[in-house]
């Protein structure tokens, strides 16, 4: 069985300061990591994927994530956000066969001007 | 601009109506998908198909009857809909080639609201 929990339900930070979105995740096997992003009135758009090899993954939109096994997390960051990256945000795992993709509920990140 | 396109973007039907909600990608993608979402929730699957066959329905009643009539197409016939069944449907399109690791590709989706 696979799941993604999304610590954080709302973050609201400052225009220009940096920005956590915290998902960890548990399978008991190996793992495909996403996170997308939902503006309003919108579809899910990809941000970045964790597939294999290096565990920094560098996404759209200035966006970054860490695979960490140990901890068995996937955070993403952004070093300094812009009000336009006020959205939803989802973190998505993939272990379970034939795109059977686990959301977790999903992060609003506020960008305060 | 998405490369999968939903309509119509919005649709209100009573509870006896018939309506139907399409889909469409032009990607070459061999698996399409129909999510349901609630507000404030993550999207729930409900239909997947792959190289045009049902693959994967996640016990959905039967008012919601999927169709696949080819590789670009996706239809989501509605009837005898529910007022609990008002959410945004979206669409969905990926690849087959690697089934964990090809992401999904969404259309902005279609708001309905069951009167």
């Known amino acids: 069985a696979q799941s993604v929990t999304q610590l954080d339900s709302q973050v609201p930070v400052f225009e220009e300061a940096p920005v956590e979105l915290r998902c960890n995740y548990s399978?008991?096997?190996?793992?495909?990591l996403f996170w997308y992003v939902q503006y309003p009135n919108q579809g899910l758009q990809l941000l970045l994927k964790?597939?294999?090899?290096?565990?920094l993954v560098k996404g759209i939109n200035g966006f970054e994530a860490e695979f960490n096994k140990s901890q068995t997390s996937f955070h993403l960051r952004k070093p300094s956000v812009h009000i336009s990256d006020t959205a939803e945000y989802f973190c998505?795992?993939?272990?379970?066969?034939?795109?059977?993709?686990?959301f977790g509920i999903g992060t609003k990140l506020q960008v305060i001007p | 601009d998405t490369e999968v396109t939903q309509t119509p973007k919005h649709l209100v039907m009573g509870m006896t109506n018939k309506k139907s909600l399409k889909c469409e990608q032009h990607?070459?993608?061999?698996?399409m998908y129909w999510y349901k979402q609630k507000a404030k929730k993550p999207p729930e699957l409900m239909f997947v198909?792959?190289?045009?066959?049902?693959?994967i329905n996640e016990s959905v009643p039967s008012r919601f009857s999927p169709e696949c009539p080819n590789s670009s197409l996706l239809n989501l016939h509605l009837h005898a809909l529910q007022p609990e069944d008002s959410a945004l449907y979206l669409c969905?399109?990926?690849?087959?080639?690697?089934?964990?690791?090809?992401?999904?590709?969404f259309g902005n989706g279609t708001r309905l609201t069951v009167t």
């Open positions: 964790y597939l294999s090899g290096s565990t």
């Open positions: 198909y792959s190289y045009e066959k049902l693959s």
């Open positions: 998505a795992v993939n272990s379970g066969g034939y795109q059977k993709v686990t």
């Open positions: 990607m070459g993608h061999r698996a």
């Open positions: 969905a399109s990926s690849q087959v080639g690697d089934k964990f690791s090809s992401p999904l590709h």
């Open positions: 399978s008991s096997v190996s793992v495909y």
